[in-house]
């Protein structure tokens, strides 16, 4: 390490040095926050001609997120960066600028590549370092990439339109390309189309659940939907009223399919992924006997439940599902264990959701949010536990980022699982659900599989 520390940071420049830092933390090599120190005053404060710096500011900004729990001087840096962006941002030039809006939006290492990728192309071309063939070659490796995407998407429509038609229920969202956007930004690269295509009919599969739960069973019909589920039986059933029958046997048959996608050596990977919709289906359970009653359960117990509930162990199961000999027998048990990297995506997933729902309103049969669990149990205004939520975000990405050292061995793992948190970045942030009002993702959607990046 100290060898990357004298050959990397000797540079005066603010760029150079927060780039650096921030590809190594990335890349899960811990780097001291002291490296920021030659740009401080004695008293801990920053150099003020920083100030007049805003690439050096904006690269500042990047690296800071990467902060970790304790690191004082990083969340000084974070709310200087921020501050002195938010100021200078109506004088800036163009590419700065528009880079400098996507960052105070979603922090680009807390966003999607594909969607920096697409702006970020285009103004390469304006940076020192610019070079056309590098240019050329990212600009054909995006085009081409959606032709790729363009394929899958018209068989997993295929899917859903036959299975949307079998089960008929009418009170579901129909989601199926924003399914298969979520499990797109957890992995775009091309050899991972098993995972993708896993992952986006899982999350559709669950929606379809989440639906039934928010939406239209009745307590019972909750209750003998997830006993049913975790026997796994189709003879059960008999058990389940007229609508669900033919939604829990498409279930059981659209695992069955899964499975056959796996090598002989990887079926012990059927086991997970039943699991984790069995997991989920009892979170949604949960959910239902408390809202059912009109219980507010405690902010603690309210947290367990809803982490679960949002999704990260579900989607970190299902990215492994499809992935190579990386994905090892240890690697499944750690991820259905409550890992760090898979709570903090589900709390991520979870307190996102709460905020814009908080916003929306909720469906009539949800659970109370966290949001409003925290307010009636501490007696407080939603700002109050609005802001609170809102800082429980942060303190789980500072676990991710932790995570990158944690779990340097299976890197890469580790990033896509966090892809899922990204993905909720993007999806949720300015407290909108753009899963369930996908009119609000429709240009996103355009430009990542329709609209070519021009040549
Ligand atoms: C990441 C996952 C699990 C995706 C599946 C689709 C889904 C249930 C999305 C959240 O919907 P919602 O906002 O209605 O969720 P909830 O009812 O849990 O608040």
């Given at each position: 390490?100290s060898s990357?520390?004298?050959?990397?940071?000797?540079?005066?420049?603010?760029?150079?040095?927060?780039?650096?830092?921030?590809l190594?933390?990335q890349?899960?090599f811990?780097?001291?926050?002291?490296?920021?120190n030659?740009?401080k005053?004695?008293?801990?404060?920053?150099?003020s001609?920083?100030?007049?710096?805003?690439?050096?500011?904006?690269?500042?900004y990047?690296?800071?997120?990467l902060?970790?729990?304790?690191?004082?001087?990083?969340?000084e840096?974070?709310?200087?960066?921020?501050?002195?962006?938010?100021?200078?941002?109506?004088?800036?030039?163009?590419p700065?600028?528009?880079?400098?809006?996507?960052?105070?939006?979603?922090?680009?290492?807390?966003?999607?590549?594909?969607?920096?990728?697409?702006?970020?192309?285009l103004?390469?071309?304006?940076?020192?370092?610019?070079?056309?063939t590098?240019?050329?070659?990212?600009k054909?490796e995006?085009n081409?990439l959606?032709?790729?995407?363009l394929?899958?998407?018209?068989?997993?429509?295929?899917?859903w339109?036959?299975?949307?038609?079998?089960?008929n229920?009418?009170?579901?969202?129909?989601?199926v390309v924003?399914?298969?956007?979520w499990?797109?930004?957890c992995?775009?690269?091309e050899?991972?189309?098993?995972?993708r295509?896993?992952?986006?009919?899982?999350?559709?599969?669950?929606t379809?659940?989440?639906?039934?739960?928010?939406?239209?069973?009745?307590?019972?019909?909750?209750?003998?939907?997830?006993k049913?589920?975790?026997r796994?039986?189709?003879?059960?059933?008999?058990?389940?009223?007229e609508?669900?029958?033919?939604?829990?046997?498409?279930?059981?048959?659209n695992f069955?399919?899964?499975?056959?996608?796996?090598e002989?050596?990887?079926?012990y990977?059927?086991?997970?992924?039943r699991s984790?919709?069995?997991?989920i289906c009892?979170?949604y359970l949960?959910?239902?006997?408390w809202?059912h009653?009109?219980?507010?359960?405690?902010?603690?117990?309210?947290?367990?439940?809803?982490?679960?509930?949002?999704?990260?162990?579900l989607?970190?199961?299902?990215?492994?599902?499809?992935?190579?000999?990386i994905?090892?027998?240890?690697?499944?048990?750690?991820?259905?264990k409550?890992?760090?990297?898979?709570?903090?995506?589900?709390?991520?997933?979870?307190?996102?959701?709460?905020?814009?729902?908080?916003k929306?309103?909720?469906?009539?049969?949800d659970?109370?949010?966290?949001?409003?669990c925290?307010?009636?149990?501490n007696?407080?205004t939603?700002?109050?536990?609005?802001?609170?939520?809102?800082s429980l975000?942060?303190?789980?990405?500072?676990?991710?980022n932790?995570?990158?050292?944690?779990?340097?061995?299976?890197?890469?793992?580790?990033?896509?699982?966090?892809?899922?948190?990204?993905?909720?970045?993007?999806?949720?942030?300015?407290?909108?659900?753009?899963?369930?009002?996908?009119?609000?993702?429709?240009?996103?959607?355009?430009?990542?599989?329709?609209?070519?990046?021009?040549?």
């Amino acid at each position: 390490m100290s060898s990357i520390h004298n050959a990397e940071f000797n540079s005066s420049s603010l760029h150079e040095v927060t780039l650096r830092f921030r590809l190594l933390r990335q890349h899960g090599f811990w780097i001291s926050a002291d490296e920021l120190n030659k740009f401080k005053n004695e008293d801990g404060s920053f150099l003020s001609d920083i100030a007049n710096d805003p690439k050096g500011l904006l690269s500042l900004y990047h690296a800071a997120n990467l902060l970790t729990h304790n690191e004082e001087p990083l969340d000084e840096a974070l709310l200087f960066a921020r501050h002195h962006l938010e100021v200078i941002r109506c004088n800036l030039k163009s590419p700065l600028a528009e880079q400098v809006k996507r960052a105070l939006k979603i922090p680009l290492p807390r966003n999607i590549k594909r969607e920096e990728a697409i702006y970020y192309i285009l103004e390469y071309a304006q940076d020192e370092t610019y070079n056309a063939t590098i240019q050329e070659l990212a600009k054909l490796e995006f085009n081409r990439l959606q032709r790729v995407y363009l394929k899958e998407l018209k068989a997993i429509s295929l899917w859903w339109k036959d299975l949307s038609e079998y089960v008929n229920l009418g009170y579901a969202r129909d989601r199926v390309v924003e399914c298969y956007f979520w499990s797109y930004c957890c992995l775009y690269e091309e050899e991972y189309a098993r995972s993708r295509i896993v992952l986006a009919k899982l999350l559709k599969l669950t929606t379809l659940l989440d639906d039934t739960f928010d939406e239209y069973a009745t307590l019972e019909e909750c209750r003998v939907l997830s006993k049913a589920l975790e026997r796994w039986d189709e003879r059960d059933v008999s058990l389940l009223p007229e609508y669900l029958k033919k939604f829990f046997l498409r279930v059981i048959e659209n695992f069955r399919d899964f499975d056959d996608l796996l090598e002989p050596h990887e079926k012990y990977r059927s086991a997970y992924i039943r699991s984790v919709y069995k997991n989920i289906c009892k979170s949604y359970l949960q959910e239902a006997e408390w809202s059912h009653s009109g219980y507010i359960p405690s902010f603690h117990d309210q947290v367990n439940v809803s982490v679960m509930s949002a999704g990260g162990q579900l989607v970190a199961i299902g990215i492994l599902f499809g992935l190579g000999d990386i994905a090892t027998n240890e690697v499944f048990e750690w991820a259905i264990k409550k890992s760090c990297t898979v709570t903090a995506c589900g709390e991520v997933s979870r307190f996102m959701d709460d905020l814009a729902d908080f916003k929306r309103g909720r469906n009539k049969m949800d659970v109370a949010s966290s949001v409003e669990c925290y307010m009636k149990e501490n007696n407080v205004t939603s700002e109050v536990a609005l802001a609170k939520v809102d800082s429980l975000v942060d303190h789980a990405w500072k676990t991710l980022n932790q995570e990158l050292f944690e779990r340097r061995d299976i890197l890469s793992i580790v990033n896509q699982i966090t892809n899922f948190g990204r993905s909720v970045m993007f999806l949720y942030h300015d407290k909108r659900d753009g899963y369930t009002n996908s009119e609000q993702v429709k240009d996103a959607l355009e430009s990542h599989y329709i609209k070519p990046v021009p040549m």
